[in-house]
């Protein structure tokens, strides 16, 4: 995945853009033949040793020159395979040729047609299950490593862009003399929110915490994705006239209802994110050193834990550390444990690395900075001491049996195989409920029985006027989901007032 | 961000203050409370109860103990000065007609105690006030409360007013006279409910509680309020703070509160050092002092 150093892989691209050249100079265009032999682009990244003890961003992004050369690896293809594995659709080969023509502003343009923060996604989305799932390139070369690395150049494209400061915001309408409440400012709440201001609307965005972004500033670290970039993208919206109301909790500071009843909304938008986070349900789950991965990551992104001379909120002084499930979220928590100064940290699945749903490139990075994978085994209990804090795990370990309905090899325990491990730590990263505040507190929005709320195609919920998307409709899902659903419910009401 | 409207010391450690927020004064009911932050970017959040509010002019009440860290950074403000607020946060007291309803309040925990009083006796009870702490100095809210009672009963550990008792004795013998409570409600510190409730179970008196578990969204996010309540696992800012005094695990609760302890007395330790360095004149060589302790 990395390894070379940041020289080596300039050295390597500004190789390849000769040999481009020198086929160009015969006056003869690339072959399929040709593009395939170009050499993937890798991710300059800090070093392992020297990254597990700072917060800095991991992966560096590529320079200009392994943009151009990763831009040469695409065959334009015809049907663009890509672009269907990607939930928004960004138009991949139609930027990526902006990139090879050198024009990037073009590729912005062609990527902010249906994506607003390529950035962002650029860094976070799962591409190797999306848009590089299905490229051509990935396909030919029978490795799904050697796809064109979209993700990379989005990042790219959108980095530059903001480098050269030449960001143009989107065009704001006239006055519609409408108004429309956003709740939440992740991506779902921000996607929408730039999509209503396009047409004019007047948007207000409430947000519970004293910051903007959602996930992305109180879940997702700094070292995979800079705070400082989400506060970019949230000045933009500013900036386009999108008001921002935080620290305001829709439901408690003000009725949902309110907001259309007395407050002059003409539609809501609810993009409120996960809620609660889900536990084991095994003994000794409350005791002291047992966290939720939310509470862990919120204590040291939002917080700031990890800067002791400033930072006012506790961090848990770990030394031993299990992190308990398989997912981006675990992988965070790990990562952020170890940096934190843990001296040893394990990662406890119940299957294999090839059923874990973290990025690959996380799981990859992970096992570099020395983090511990122990497949096949969860926990059956906490055990604690006698001031009930929690000192070690019993765990058992599991074969992977046939497989279930989803087609995944469900894990079957082994019997007699328990056993007991010592960790001051333990974070639980399997995933959340929903928040329940606006349902208990709006009684007429139907959810399911898991608290998600229930929309329609175009992300109208049970309450007229009033439309829903991203994690409080999927459950835990992706920022680019998240960002679909947004524009989804955005066209809806766009029409609905228009 | 909003600002701090007035503040007064009501004892060595008691701060009453004023904070503009209009939209929560006017959405606030007894028993909710609020988030506060000193600032943004580097501060705690800490959980505090709306002891009182204002809608006319747009103003809440805050009555906090300094015990740590952030709570002196709030004591330091002035009046003007910006902090951060969001709230109303947890669900209201279940209010109705109970009868006879006896709150009892432990230090800090009058605060608190406060709105819920005014709203039971609001609601047609007969209510007893049963106000502890240590020692005189630190019985806040007295006027108020003596002015909504139908009987106020102060018992404190020295006995520098009103009985020498803990406030759980004044309560068994309420609730074994012939006029037994029909509800208690108690607030103060976790020790302190624990026996609250415990006095209470052998008479079968329902007896409410307000948790103040550590907290760090408030909304439902981040599991770091959970507390064992009947053997399931319940979030106080969503599913509280109040719950039932005979169903709490207390001990689990009580440990979970410990859990930054140490760190808590360094901070706490480092506010301290700053504090005197800063008021010393020479400052440099103070300072100086100060950071080599750390
Ligand atoms: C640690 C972690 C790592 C992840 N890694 C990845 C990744 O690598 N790639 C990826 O694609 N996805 C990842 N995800 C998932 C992704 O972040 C989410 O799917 C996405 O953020 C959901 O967006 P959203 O807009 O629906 O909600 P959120 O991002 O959760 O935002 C909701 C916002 O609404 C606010 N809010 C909630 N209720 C109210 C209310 N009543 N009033 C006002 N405000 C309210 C919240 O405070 C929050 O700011 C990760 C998630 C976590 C937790
Ligand atoms: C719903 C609720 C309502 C509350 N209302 C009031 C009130 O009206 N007046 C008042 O004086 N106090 C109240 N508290 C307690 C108050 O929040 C804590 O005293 C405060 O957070 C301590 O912060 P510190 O940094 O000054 O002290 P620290 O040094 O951090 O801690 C001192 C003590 O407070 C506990 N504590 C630390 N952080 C938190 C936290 N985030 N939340 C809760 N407890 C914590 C610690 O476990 C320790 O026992 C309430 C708590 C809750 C949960
Ligand atoms: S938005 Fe995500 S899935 Fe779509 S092209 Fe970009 S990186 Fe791929
Ligand atoms: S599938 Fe791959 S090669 Fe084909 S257009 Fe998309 S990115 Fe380019
Ligand atoms: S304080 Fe985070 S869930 Fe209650």
Redesign the interface.
Known sequence: MSGASKEGLERQAREALGRIAAIRSEGRELSPRDRLALPVQDMPCQVPQARAANMLEVAEGYSEAQAKVEAERCLDCKNAPCVSGCPVRVDIPGFIKKIREGDYVGATRAIKRTNLLPSICGRVCPQESQCQANCTVGKSLKSIDAAVQIGRLERWVADNERACGACDLPDVGNSSGKRVAVVGSGPAGLTTAIDLRREGHEVVVYE????TGGVMVYGIPEFRLPKSLVAIESNLLAEMGVLYQ????VG????LRSLLAEDGFDAVFIGA?????K?M?MPG?????V??A??YL??SNL??AY?RD????????SRRVAVLGGGNVAMDSARMALRLGAEEVRVLYRRTREEMPARSEEVGHAMEEGIIFDFLTSPTRVIGDK???AEALEILSYALGEPDASGRRSPVAIKGSERVVPFDTVIVAIGNES???LS?TTPDLKVDKRGHILVDGAQKTSIDRVYAGGDIVLGAATVILAMGEGRRAAAAINELLG | MTRILSKRRLSEEVYRVEVEAPLVARERRAGQFVIVQADDDFAERIPLTIADADPERGAITLVFQTVGASTHALAAKEVGDPITLLGPLGNPTHIERFGKAVCVGGGIGLAPLHPIVKALKEAGNEVVVIAGARTAELLIMQEELKSIADELIVATDDGSAGRKALVTEPLKEICASDRPPDIVVAIGPPIMMKFCAEATRPFGVKTLVSLNTIMIDGTGMCGGCRVSVGGETKFVCVDGPEFDGHLVDWDGMMSRLRSYRKQEEEAHHRCHLDLAAALASETSAAERLAKGAL
């Open positions: 519970a915490f004293q910051k935080l620290n305001f909790l408690r500071t003000r009725k994110g996960a809620g609660l986070p536990f349900e789950e409350n005791l002291v050193g966290f939720s939310n509470e919120t204590r917080m700031k800067d400033r930072a006012a909120t506790p961090i848990y002084p001031d009930g804090r928040n329940p505040l208990r």
